[in-house]
């Protein structure tokens, strides 16, 4: 693949695909780390003298029609103030052609508005292609979808190059399936065995020790013990014994329980064998905790997915919050991706205290099922760097 560092772009209309998908709240932006990290992409195609166009979706608007709650409009205010001193203007009609000058740069409006981006319609993936020169492809969170913009434009542009996100996202992936230090822990939380059994058995090939919360955890634990109202998928719980049997899982031994799914529901820790038909697990109990951080002490590499509980209520946030501070404060190499893991680390303040935070949330999972997302290979078509 061509690397976007090793490429001319000098006065050239540069397409480049970001993640800018990033939370929005009342016009605020409420977590600007996909931003942040799409930044020095920006900043080396201003190096480069390049006509600078910038392309994202922003949250799942329907096809072919604006809604202003998706659109791009708050990340293009942050990116000028983080660019201070560059000319960079926002576009809302674009599909018919952009005037720009070099070191300028355009943000489009979220490219899901345009009828047929997710669909990857032909029509669409060649109007952007007439935009540019040069595409370059850096949105890693958004590398497993097969879109106009991320994957359809490839089809008709003259070049095309992987983003230096893209790029290193990839690398730091690879590297834990080559040669990781042992012991491996992997910790996978989040609400379904189903979507991410693929995931589970991928990670249980290389993992020492895998630790599960979240609904994940509940669907396991169904196999012994009655678990009230809470939630698991009882059409899974096969599958979930056959994972079982490979003797890594460690399960939960007790859980903070509610009466209902609520902010203001009570927590009350209960051994997992005594649960009442009228309770819900909501997190981890503390025996739990226990036995998960002795696990992540001895660990050498964690690889990190998903909440051990329904952290968005207080008092159902310990086990995440322990099992997330445990994480940070190991010596091994840690890894976590997600959306709602990049949320823990950042409600708990532990952004420098993981080894790498990846963007990806979807992407993330499906690279580690894969070991390869579909665009990579269609970049390896373009070959020369001239
Ligand atoms: C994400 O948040 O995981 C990416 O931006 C992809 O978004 P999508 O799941 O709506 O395609």
Redesign the pocket.
Known sequence: MIHMKDIDLENKRVFIRL?L?VPIKNKKIISSE?IDRSIPTIKLALKKNAKIILAS?L??PKEGQYEKKFSLFPVFEYLKKKLSGIKITFSKNYLKGIKIKSNEIVVLENVRFNYGEIKNNIDLSKKYSNLCDIFVMD?F??AH?IESSTYGICDFVKKACIGPLLYSEIKILKSIFNKPLHPIVTIVGGAKVSTKFKLLNTLLKITDTMLVGGGIANTFISIHYSIGKSLYEKSFQEKAKELCETNKILLPVDSRVGKSYSIKSESKTKSISNILPNEEILDIGDKTIENYKKVIKKAKTIIWNGPMGVFEFPNFRKGTEKIAKSIANSSSFSIAGG?DTIAVIELFNLKNKISYIST????FLKFIENKTLPILDKLKNFKTTT
Do not use: F
Request: hydrophobic share 15%; charged share 25%.
């Open positions: 993640d998908n996909r979706h949250g799942r949105a969170a958004t979808r959306g990806g949330g979807g992407s």
